[in-house]
């Protein structure tokens, strides 16, 4: 791709932590978005490990599970023609001006993170250092490439404002360095639910497997998690996300798999129930899972190294200009 000044695209950037395993919630929040931005905008996607690292890892899995995201970006439809696909510890500019960017954020600002204070639950005290100092490095991320938008699911929303702040706050002590970045996330698909548990979003920390469906889980066991997600107490298929927000956040899954807009599963299932309804999701995630494995499995882990490597050498020099001139702001020559 023609990362490149003369081409007047915006810079898209955005990131997966390789810390477990990838959900619906992150392809329909996320992934999705992605592959429809890859022609209009110069796309850098990173495979963010050091925030990985926050929680601990197992050394063997983290490596395969690095590997693994980038199939799963692939599989979804990025093109490594078109986007940037990088490993982040591969360009060291992130965790330098991640320092530099510790010394612009206040003490305030990190106690805001709403993220922070659900992954530390009452751990506060014991969770590493690094968990709660994970959204500098995130606006690290963002800042290095002049990034016009940032596309992510909701839960990233106050982490994007975070790095406005703080790029407006570099700009205005030491002059203009940061463009400042907008956040956009999907009118629908943005927050996909637990099926175990409809107010609390899908997450590869949840507690249970019947949490997620896993992009990598067989089309069997994808049908066994429909078949057993909780439902609401009465029995029409209807969007209603206040009274009704366990089918309301089932539709929303259907209606992104199959293509179908909301008013037309309502029609399908008029005068049907549950039960119908279930087996007609479980078919479209089936057939959506069958074409994505096929593909995920037809890539290479030679083929992924390559990707990352060309990724990383091609942006390195963008993210070295921008810490360069960073250090020239403070004084650091
Ligand atoms: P993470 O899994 O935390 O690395 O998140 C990767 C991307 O997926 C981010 O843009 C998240 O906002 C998005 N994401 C994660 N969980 C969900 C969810 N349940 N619904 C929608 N988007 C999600
Ligand atoms: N924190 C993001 C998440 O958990 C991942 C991430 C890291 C990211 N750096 C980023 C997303 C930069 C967008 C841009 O989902």
């Not at 978005?33 to 063997?60: G, L, R």
């Not at 637990?194 to 997620?212: E, F, I, V």
């Not at 107490?233 to 209807?238: G, N």
């Amino acid at each position: 791709m023609e990362l490149n000044k003369n081409n007047n695209k915006p810079t898209v950037f955005s990131g997966v932590q390789p810390s477990g395993i990838l959900h619906l919630g992150n392809y329909l929040g996320a992934l999705v978005q992605w592959v429809e931005m890859q022609d209009q905008y110069n796309c850098i996607f990173s495979v963010v490990d050091y925030h990985a690292i926050t929680i601990k890892q197992n050394p063997e899995e983290l490596k395969k599970r690095i590997i693994n995201v980038v199939k799963m970006y692939l599989a979804s439809g990025i093109n490594p023609e078109k986007a940037i696909i990088f490993q982040q510890s591969a360009v060291s500019a992130h965790t330098e001006l991640a320092w530099i960017l510790n010394c612009v954020a206040r003490i305030a600002d990190l106690n805001k993170m709403t993220q922070f204070k659900e992954k530390a639950g009452d751990q506060e005290k014991t969770v590493s250092v690094g968990l709660y100092d994970y959204p500098i490095l995130m606006a690290a991320d963002i800042l290095l490439y002049n990034t016009d938008i940032v596309p992510v699911g909701d839960d990233q929303i106050q982490h994007v404002e975070l790095t406005r702040t703080l790029a407006r706050r570099f700009n205005r002590e030491y002059g203009q360095i940061f463009k400042v970045p907008e956040v956009i996330i999907k009118k629908q698909g943005a927050r996909i639910m637990g099926l175990d548990d409809p107010t609390k979003k899908m997450s590869k920390s949840a507690g249970s497997p019947a949490n997620y469906i896993a992009l990598t889980d067989s089309p069997e066991v994808a049908t066994k998690k429909i078949m057993r997600a909780v439902t609401d107490s009465d029995s029409e298929i209807k969007y209603d996300l206040k009274k009704k927000p366990a089918i309301a956040n089932l539709m929303t899954i259907y209606s992104l798999l199959a293509g179908l807009s909301l008013k037309e599963l309502e029609q399908n299932y008029k005068n049907k129930g549950y039960g119908d309804f279930k087996k007609g999701l479980a078919q479209a995630i089936s057939k959506f899972l069958t074409q994505f494995q096929i593909k995920y499995n037809s890539f290479t882990d030679e083929k992924v190294k390559q990707i990352l490597k060309h990724g990383a050498d091609k942006i390195r020099p963008i993210a070295e200009e921008t810490l360069k001139n960073v250090k020239n702001k403070l004084g650091i020559i």
